[in-house]
Nanobody, 126 residues
Framework: QIQLVESGGGLVQTGGSLRVSCAASGGIFSTYPMGWFRQPAGKEREFVAAISWLGGSKYYADSVKGRFAVSRDNAKNTLYLQMSSLKPEDTAVYYC???????????????????WGQGTQVTVSS
């Protein structure tokens, strides 16, 4: 089964940019639809973005649309989340997750994701 490891989190100022990555191993990465979720301290986990297994379809939460961009490099077994115009409310632990191989479309539902990384902290200072 696939294993996921996030990296690239850190501290950034309001209005800044940051790219987080998710390295996959143990599975055929190109067959897994992927997603990004985040969980602010003391709050529920929320959907951020999703991308289909070939990368042709992407879906975003309204709160990040136009500011965040999800992409994947199947040759490098890596998922990315490019974050721009960051706001303090973007502060959270960011998780990547994978749905079962060849699942169709995109999903914002956490319960449809079978595999999860350990998360990386992103902090946006005001």
């Amino acid at each position: 089964q696939i294993q996921l490891v996030e990296s690239g989190g850190g501290l950034v100022q309001t209005g800044g940019s940051l790219r987080v990555s998710c390295a996959a191993s143990g599975g055929i990465f190109s067959t897994y639809p992927m997603g990004w979720f985040r969980q602010p301290a003391g709050k529920e986990r929320e959907f951020v973005a999703a991308i289909s297994w070939l990368g042709g379809s992407k879906y975003y939460a309204d709160s990040v649309k136009g500011r965040f961009a999800v992409s994947r490099d199947n040759a490098k077994n890596t998922l990315y989340l490019q974050m721009s115009s960051l706001k303090p409310e973007d502060t959270a632990v960011y998780y990547c997750a994978a749905r079962p191989p060849y699942s169709s479309g995109n999903s914002y539902l956490g319960k449809e994701y079978r595999y999860w990384g350990q998360g990386t902290q992103v902090t946006v200072s005001s």
